[in-house]
Structure formats: C-alpha cells, structure tokens
C-alpha cells in the first residue's frame, strides 16, 4: 500500500520567517494531496489540498507544490506568525480497490513560531 | 458546515470491559473512518467503512471491531479494553473523490484511558 513520509518532526521558527514541510509518497496511482493543521487540543483541520492535476495551489500565506515524477509534495507557510504553531499532517489518498476513500497520513510536524 | 460528533469527549474504562465510541456525521457521507492518535506515531486508521453494512481493516485493526448499520453512525468496538488502547480515537467522514464532498472531516476525539 502507500506510504507517506514527513520531514521535519520538529520545526522551529522566527515570526516572520518562512516554514517548509516536505512529504514524499511510494503509490504513483495517489492523485489527491491534502494538509491538515491540528492545534493543542483540537480537531485536525484541512488547510490546503491539490490534485495531481495541478502542481502548485495557494492560499494567501500558505502554498503547496507537488512534483508528480519525484513523488514528494511540499507545504509552505511565508510570514509565519505564532497562531500558525500546530501539528501539521500531509496525506495522499489514490481511489481504487480496498483503499477507496482511504487518506494515508504522514506522521506530522510540529511546528513552533517564537514571537 | 460539516458536522462530525464523537459522543464522548473523555472516557474512562477498566481492562475487561466493553467499549463503544459512537460517531454520527450530518453531511450524508459514504466513508468513515476510526484513527487513533498517540504522541510521536500520527494517525494511524483502525477501521473505515465506505458503505452501510461495509467495512475495511486500516493498519491497525487488533483488538477493535466496527459497525455501521446507518449510513451517519459509525461506531468503534474495543472487545476486551487493554491498558495498550488508552489513546485519543478520532472519527472522520469524507465522500468521493472528484467531488465538493471529497475533503474528511474530523471529529472532537474522545480520549480514551483504560485503568
């Protein structure tokens, strides 16, 4: 089945800065690519998500990238401010047999904006 | 919005026991899923289930049964609880991809300690 790697599990960063977040996926069938950002205590939210379709999707401060050929898709936040410190999940989902529907989760990073 | 309601927040059991976490959502989704959170591992999907009366084993499927006899109630079963289960169980629910319904969505979690 797949599998989704995630680097960094820790991330710290200066306000202000940029922060990247890079995954990487085994299944070349995987066409769906979300990112979920969990804060202390709550729920894992979607934040941004792409299709393999596309190689690049932004969202005001937050962007993601996707090279198909490498297999790896990337999160990055620019102008990083302390409410963007959370746990962050990458996925990949690929529809067909027993995993329809499925999203198979990278491990998350957690990352630290210092004022 | 997106509803999915776990019907515990907290939860606490003795080893032996007989658990049901209850999960409905109010978006008339086909899948549903049970993942299980513990520090430094992830999400990691227990169960998920992309019809009424259908079920799929995820990574970690031992020790845990599901049901799912209505299509807005997906419920997690832990046979015999183990102090190995104590966790924070999170309840998602998606529909098909290539549509407005594709993204899942997650419950509150109900954390869950086995004494």
């Known amino acids: 089945g797949e599998n989704v790697e995630q680097h960094p599990s820790t991330l710290s960063v200066q306000e202000g800065d940029s922060a990247v977040i890079k995954c990487t996926y085994s299944d070349s069938a995987s066409n769906y690519f979300p990112w979920y950002k969990q804060e202390l205590g709550k729920r894992p939210q979607l934040i941004i998500d792409?299709?393999?379709?596309?190689g690049e999707k932004k969202d005001q401060r937050i962007a993601v990238t996707l090279n198909k050929t490498a297999k790896h898709f990337s999160l990055h936040i620019t102008e990083t401010q302390p409410e963007d410190s959370a746990v962050y999940f990458c996925a990949a989902r690929a529809d067909r047999g027993s995993t329809l529907g499925r999203l198979y989760f990278g491990r998350g990073t957690q990352l630290t904006v210092w004022p | 919005d997106v509803k999915v309601t776990q019907s515990s927040r907290y939860l606490v059991k003795r080893t032996g026991e007989k658990v049901f976490l209850e999960c409905v959502q109010d978006?008339?989704?086909?899948?549903m899923f049970w993942y299980r959170q513990d520090p430094g591992l992830g999400l990691r999907l227990i169960y998920f289930?992309?019809?009424?009366?259908?079920?799929e084993k995820g990574d970690i499927p031992e020790g845990y049964s599901v049901s799912r006899e209505k299509k807005e109630r997906f419920s997690l079963i832990l046979e015999s609880a183990s102090t190995n289960q104590t966790s924070m169980y999170l309840c998602?629910?998606?529909?098909?991809?290539?549509?407005?319904?594709?993204?899942?969505?997650f419950g509150d979690g109900t954390r869950l300690s086995i004494l």
């Open positions: 289930s992309y019809d009424v009366k259908m079920k």
């Open positions: 792409i299709r393999s379709n596309v």
């Open positions: 978006m008339d989704h086909e899948n």
């Open positions: 998602a629910s998606g529909g098909p991809l290539r549509t407005s319904r594709m993204t899942q969505h």
